[in-house]
């Protein structure tokens, strides 16, 4: 999936679960939108990976969509970041940004290993920066404007 649609889509979920978090909501966004995008650090081509001089390291170390990129790894991080007393709003907040990306990243024909490290990939039927991506970035942008419309009006 390209950055864009990952970003819109944890802004959509960020709106979603937005009422079930009672303060620091900005916390919550911030992490929830950061870490959708932060899991293509593994990829030196894609977007952050370009911004980043890690991006080779980490890739050479993990690959792409292997340990970084499953649901093995967002539980072993929450779980520390839990045991360090972090914020539980910046811990839901990192859980959903990272769990969307990958929910994205198995739609895709290329899968991901949710559960690693078995290696039973999950895949799906889009294509990265196909037509069909873009038709869903776009209803996703509709509904993210739809409901920041209603939020804003519910606050005026």
């Known amino acids: 999936m390209l950055f864009r649609t990952h970003l819109v889509f944890s802004i959509f979920l960020f709106l979603l679960l937005d009422p079930l978090v009672i303060k620091n909501k900005f916390l919550f966004f911030i992490s929830t939108v950061v870490s959708s995008v932060v899991l293509d650090l593994d990829l030196p081509k894609s977007k952050i990976g370009k911004r980043i001089l890690l991006s080779h390291l980490i890739n050479l170390f993990f690959g792409h969509r292997g340990f970084l990129q499953s649901f093995t790894f967002v539980i072993i991080f ?44 999950v895949k799906g039927f889009l294509r990265t920066g196909s037509l069909l991506e873009n038709l869903l970035f776009l209803v996703f942008f ?10 804003l009006s519910n606050f005026l």
Do not use: R
Not at 142 to 151: A, G, I, N, Y
């Open 78 to 121: 929450s779980l520390t970041l839990f045991l360090l007393k972090i914020s539980p709003v910046l811990i839901l907040g990192f859980a959903t940004g990272y769990s969307s990306h990958l929910l994205l990243d198995s739609l895709t024909i290329k899968g991901v290993y949710l559960f690693w490290p078995l290696k039973v990939k």
């Open 142 to 151: 509709v509904l993210v404007s739809l409901m920041t419309f209603h939020k």
